[in-house]
């Protein structure tokens, strides 16, 4: 049985339309990395691109998108860093445990004053649960086999979250309207 993620594997647990907010804290024992959200986070989703942050032993990441504004570092920011500055989405990760605490957009871009944040590193419950899948077929890239992308998908399906192996088709539109507008 393939592992996809923690959140995912027994069942989706629903989120809380009223959640305020809460603490994403990284994975080290002493002086940890804290990012206060305030607010849900949206268009929250599993990610199998090989660039976001994947808990240990899980085939996916959960990440969504916050306000800029709603995120705060509020302890050990000097532990952070941008792991690939050429990419789009600057993670922000903890140069010790190496979790990434936040993906910052800085280039001209439809998700521009979003930042990507994992829910699941606060103790907090009521963060929106998973919606759909992306870039699934990217699991291939990082070397699992491509025979066993059908145990993949449907266990996608049996918790209700359809595939994708781009973004969803909401948040392709948004990219597609941007594109033409810029043109
Ligand atoms: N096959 C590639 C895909 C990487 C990719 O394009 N990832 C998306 C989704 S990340 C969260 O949804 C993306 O927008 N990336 C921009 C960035 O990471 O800067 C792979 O697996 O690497
Ligand atoms: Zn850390
Ligand atoms: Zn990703």
């Not at 959140?7 to 002086?31: A, M, Q, V, W, Y």
């Not at 605490?101 to 990507?116: S, T």
Request: with cysteine; glycine share 8%; charged share 20%.
């Amino acid at each position: 049985m393939v592992a996809l993620h923690p959140l995912i594997d027994n069942g989706l647990k629903r989120g809380d339309p009223n959640f305020s907010g809460g603490t994403l804290e990284c994975h080290c024992l002493n002086d940890r990395v804290a990012v206060r959200i305030s607010g849900n986070v949206a268009h929250n989703h599993a990610c199998g691109c090989s660039k976001c942050w994947k808990p240990s032993g899980a085939l996916f990441s959960v990440v969504g998108v916050v306000p800029v504004s709603n995120l705060t570092v509020t302890a050990n920011k000097q532990k952070l860093h941008v792991i690939d500055p050429s990419a789009v989405i600057q993670r922000n990760a903890c140069k010790e445990c190496g979790v990434h605490m936040y993906g910052r957009i800085e280039k001209d871009h439809p998700f521009k004053g979003l930042d990507f944040v994992h829910a699941e590193l606060s103790s907090e419950e009521g963060w929106q649960e998973p919606q759909f899948a992306a870039f699934v077929s990217s699991i291939i890239e990082q070397g699992f086999d491509a025979n066993k992308m059908d145990e993949v998908r449907s266990k996608f399906k049996r918790v209700g979250l359809e595939t994708y192996d781009c973004l969803s088709p909401t948040l392709m539109d948004l990219i597609a309207s941007y594109t033409y507008k810029a043109k």
